[in-house]
């Protein structure tokens, strides 16, 4: 069960109403810094701390869940536990730690998270516009016995991996929010005719159903040349399928929880946007989680609440 905090007004009509004909921005237009699997336009506030715990299970169904697995729940297929800071009410700061869900493992990543652009109101700027990159260092031990595997590192600079998002992000009511992203993401180390280079694009969405309760869905497409894609599976004997999750989200007075379920065995987006290999149609579908805790630093707003 996902749990992040809700901030602030979520309802765009009530923004209208209060806009008075100026240019008023539209904020809430998702809960959370992420959906599922891919980040929203959401950042923290300045001088917030956000801590965060996720976890990926094993298999609900298929040949490796069932009853035997306990639908999962006695695997692990990732873990990645992470803190976010918001420098300002634009820019988010966040360093993290995950297992990896491949052979690529013992992940570290840096990461930036920058609104650009905030929709208003009046349409004036019809979509929010946020940019996101990341850099993971994998410190898994080298393979020195296959020169042809992907932690055959022979140097620093090849256990580096790279993510660069913009995430287009639209409230069309205070019931629901869409957002494309475009995704760029760079490994600098690969198997034979995996590529380097892989671009995707991302979409997710929020279906508010209820007062309290939402549903919230996201995808990747990622962009291969089919005969490395064959060649690929055909050397692994797996095939790669797009990443697709599906969540309900309940609003709780100052929290949001999600139930989610998704294919992608991995957190991190360098892994589950080029290498998921599980299938929803197979039963290799799988819940997760997130305990996230937000700390605030700002004085000045902690003594207008009355909290000093």
């Known amino acids: 069960m996902i749990s992040f905090n809700g901030y602030g007004q979520d309802d765009l009509e009530k923004a209208m109403a209060t806009s008075g004909g100026k240019s008023e921005k539209v904020i809430a237009t998702f809960k959370a810094t992420k959906l599922i699997n891919g980040h929203t336009n959401e950042t923290l506030y300045k001088h917030e701390l956000d801590f965060?715990?996720?976890?990926?299970?094993?298999?609900?169904?298929?040949?490796?869940?069932?009853?035997?697995?306990?639908?999962?729940?006695?695997?692990?297929?990732?873990?990645?536990?992470?803190?976010?800071?918001?420098?300002?009410?634009?820019?988010?700061?966040?360093?993290?730690?995950?297992?990896?869900?491949t052979a690529v493992q013992q992940l570290y990543?840096?990461?930036?998270?920058?609104?650009?652009?905030?929709?208003?109101?009046d349409?004036?700027?019809?979509?929010?516009?946020?940019?996101f990159g990341s850099n993971t260092i994998a410190a898994v031990e080298a393979n020195k016995d296959d020169p042809t595997a992907a932690t055959s590192y022979r140097n620093f600079g090849e256990r580096m991996n790279w993510v660069a998002q913009i995430i287009l992000a639209r409230k069309f009511s205070s019931n629901l929010s869409f957002s494309l992203t475009p995704s760029y993401v760079h490994r600098n180390l690969t198997t034979f005719r995996d590529p380097n280079d892989l671009f995707a694009i991302g979409a997710g969405g929020r279906l508010k159903?209820?007062?309290?309760m939402a549903l919230v869905v996201d995808y990747f497409l990622?962009?291969?040349?089919?005969?490395?894609?064959?060649?690929?599976?055909?050397?692994?004997?797996?095939?790669?399928?797009?990443?697709?999750?599906?969540?309900l989200e309940m609003e709780t007075g100052g929290h949001v929880f999600h139930i989610n379920f998704t294919n992608a065995t991995a957190i991190q987006e360098m892994q589950f946007i080029p290498e998921t290999t599980s299938s929803w149609l197979k039963g290799q579908y799988r819940w997760g989680f997130s305990i996230s805790r937000r700390f605030s630093f700002d004085r000045k707003k902690a003594k207008s609440e009355g909290k000093e």
């Open 123 to 131: 349409d004036k700027v019809p979509l929010a516009v946020t940019l």
């Open 209 to 212: 159903f209820t007062k309290r």
């Open 222 to 247: 990622p962009f291969r040349n089919k005969a490395d894609k064959e060649y690929v599976e055909a050397q692994r004997a797996t095939k790669f399928y797009n990443p697709l999750g599906v969540g």
């Open 52 to 101: 965060k715990v996720d976890h990926r299970f094993g298999d609900i169904a298929g040949s490796n869940g069932g009853i035997k697995k306990f639908f999962g729940l006695d695997n692990s297929t990732d873990v990645r536990i992470g803190f976010e800071y918001g420098v300002t009410d634009k820019l988010t700061i966040g360093l993290a730690r995950a297992k990896g869900a």
């Open 109 to 121: 990543e840096g990461s930036l998270k920058y609104r650009l652009l905030e929709q208003t109101v």
